[in-house]
């Protein structure tokens, strides 16, 4: 009787097979913290996170290093993060998530501001340099490798000498500003695309879209 009785309570406490690490997702937007910086050029990325949860009826909570998101997207689990440790130390979020979530570099997006590229414009990248960018820079540093998937998002470089800092923390003009929701719903598709079609299908799909 009492065999009988272990051999149930054994089967009960058999932990659930791991969660497949290639079906998890981190998806990075870069950004500062504060009301002051939310409207600004240089938080795009949390703007495309936003727009993401949003579209997914989901809601950041607060938690180390960062504002998360868990969801699902096709049997996948994916994790947005908004790091809170201000765009030059985005790097720490970005390796304790990445840690904590035992997810793998090749299913990392991070997504950022790009004063190269027109307005608008989406250039996604498997690797490449900071190009002078303060949170792309402190990345490399943490995961010690260029080679990470990004998503790069033009903000166009429509400032004279000297201004560009006042130009990447300043506000979208009222043109930009219009045309942002339409641009914001094609950043979403490449994020889905991303996590369901691969980087490379990606790259190829909406690379100068």
Not at 3 to 16: A, D, G, P, V
């Amino acid at each position: 009787m009492f065999s009988f009785l272990n051999r149930i309570f054994k089967k009960k406490e058999r932990k659930l097979p791991a969660e497949d690490p290639m079906k998890k997702f981190l998806i990075v937007g870069l950004g500062n913290i504060g009301p002051k910086y939310t409207n600004t050029r240089h938080n795009i990325g949390f703007k495309v996170l936003d727009a993401f949860a949003k579209a997914k009826e989901a809601t950041f909570e607060t938690e180390k290093l960062g504002d998360i998101v868990k969801t699902k997207i096709k049997g996948k689990t994916v994790v947005l993060l908004k790091p809170s440790t201000y765009m030059n130390l985005s790097g720490k979020a970005v390796r304790y998530w990445l840690q904590q979530e035992k997810i793998p570099l090749e299913n990392l997006l991070v997504i950022t501001d790009d004063l190269n590229l027109e307005f608008g414009t989406i250039r996604v990248k498997t690797k490449g340099s900071d190009g002078g960018h303060n949170g792309l820079k402190d990345i490399q540093a943490q995961l010690n490798t260029t080679k990470y998937n990004r998503f790069r998002f033009g903000i166009s470089d429509q400032f004279s000498k000297g201004r560009q800092v006042d130009y990447v923390l300043g506000e979208w003009t009222p043109d930009e500003d219009a045309a942002l929701p339409e641009r914001l719903e094609k950043s979403c598709e490449v994020i889905t695309s991303f996590i369901g079609a691969g980087i490379g299908n990606t790259m190829n799909a909406y690379n100068g879209k």
